[in-house]
């Protein structure tokens, strides 16, 4: 585990040392993101569906409902994406 500063500080030498495993970073004491490594099989693709629970909500309405496409799918995430990106300025 490091801490959110120590993470800043060495976030190279962090991520050259993962060896498969997270880098949990804490902030305040208390455990606040981890810093994973995609190798291997694992794709963005692949990660984002099996940990964006917005991604997921998205796909489970998306069977539910009219076929939606992919180009659709991404420019909704983007425009989420920005919406958040202001809303933390």
């Known amino acids: 585990m490091v801490s959110v500063r120590e993470a800043k500080d060495k976030f190279t030498?962090?991520?050259?040392n993962l060896n498969g495993e997270p880098a949990i970073v804490?902030?305040?004491g208390k455990q606040y993101v981890a810093i994973v490594e995609?190798?291997?099989d694992m794709d963005l693709e692949t990660f984002l569906m099996s940990h964006s629970s917005?991604?997921?909500r998205?796909?489970?309405s998306a069977r539910r409902g009219p076929f939606i496409s992919g180009d659709h799918v991404r420019r909704?995430?983007?425009s989420d994406n920005r919406k958040e990106r202001s809303r933390a300025r």
Do not use: F, P, Q, V
Request: glycine letters at 6%.
């Open 38 to 40: 995609l190798k291997g």
């Open 76 to 78: 909704r995430i983007e």
């Open 58 to 60: 998205m796909l489970n």
């Open 13 to 16: 030498a962090i991520c050259r």
């Open 54 to 56: 917005r991604l997921r």
């Open 26 to 28: 804490t902030k305040n």
